[in-house]
């Protein structure tokens, strides 16, 4: 699938809307993903990102011990593959196979981007104070890739308990926010 | 406006998605108001959340002094008010007044509740270890409200630069998640 460098610098205009993300981490013996939906920017550049992993989850660890993930954007064409990943652990089945997803390589993590994905983020692990308490993880994001062929990107929020909000119109207001 | 108690358990779901909020604080002089898009759950229940307030806002002041906030969600209706609140500071303005918004009381925090919002969180701070290095306060929603009379509120999500995806279609899939 064609991707096309994205400015570091307009990372936050991407996530700031809440969308549901694949993180993919990379062990020796092969690629993982799963589905969040907590996270929240914490500096526009270069971009942060604070977000849970629960402990219970195989990517905790693996994210633990490689420091390296991608953080990816899916659209609405491949929401089952989204909740499918959510309802499945990569300690039993490989989900690229299992959901016939593509891994592409990325430049500066081990981690595999998700060639489905509207957008993918190239994430290292930059401080780990609030894991023991929280399970909360704060990433650099240090390379980012977009779908260019992808016009009009709609992306899935989620409401709980499986019923998720795709995005809808856009408005524009006059903002001195950034 | 109508409003009715809304069970804590339940909400993480008003959040995940990653609506726009508005956050009200109290001071001795008077209420404030800002706008905010970087936060996260960070817990079920109680429910935490986990928010950036840049120490450039009035309302960082604040926060850190009461210890207290409401965090209401605003609906399409009210985009162009949650903008001016964004695009103004309250130490020149009264917020609630110049945007005509009705301050309503909350039970258990001293921070006024939007009246015109779909809900209200009243929050305490409960954790400040992130504060100096993030500006990143988590709070608990010890008390949430909210307005039975909006059937489909359509919430408003930030993409950057004054330009806004409004929450579109809902979808049901079968999923795990909570």
Chains 1, 2 share one sequence.
């Not at 993982?32 to 977000?51: A, D, K, Q, V």
């Not at 890739?145 to 119109?169: D, L």
Request: glycine residues 6%; hydrophobic residues 40%; aromatic residues 8%.
């Amino acid at each position: 699938m064609p991707k096309k460098l994205y400015p570091l610098s307009k990372v936050y205009g991407l996530l700031e809307p809440g969308p549901v993300v694949l993180v993919s981490t990379q062990t020796k013996t092969g690629p993982n993903i799963m589905t969040m939906s907590w996270h929240t920017m914490m500096e526009f550049e270069p971009p942060m990102i604070g977000c849970v992993i629960s402990s219970r989850n195989y990517t905790f660890r693996i994210l633990k011990t490689t420091r390296e993930c991608v953080i990816s954007i899916p659209t609405v064409e491949i929401a089952k593959q989204m909740v499918g990943i959510g309802n499945s652990s990569g300690r039993d089945i490989n989900k690229f196979e299992v959901f016939g997803l593509t891994p592409g390589k990325a430049k500066l993590v081990k981690a595999p981007l998700i060639d489905e994905c509207y957008i993918n983020l190239e994430c290292k692990v930059v401080d780990t104070k609030l894991v023991s308490k929280y399970n909360f993880f704060i990433l650099e994001v240090v390379k980012a890739w977009i779908n260019p062929a992808m016009k009009s990107p709609r992306t899935i929020h989620h409401q709980g308990k499986g019923r998720f909000m795709v995005s809808g119109e856009i408005i524009k207001l006059p903002s001195k926010m950034k």
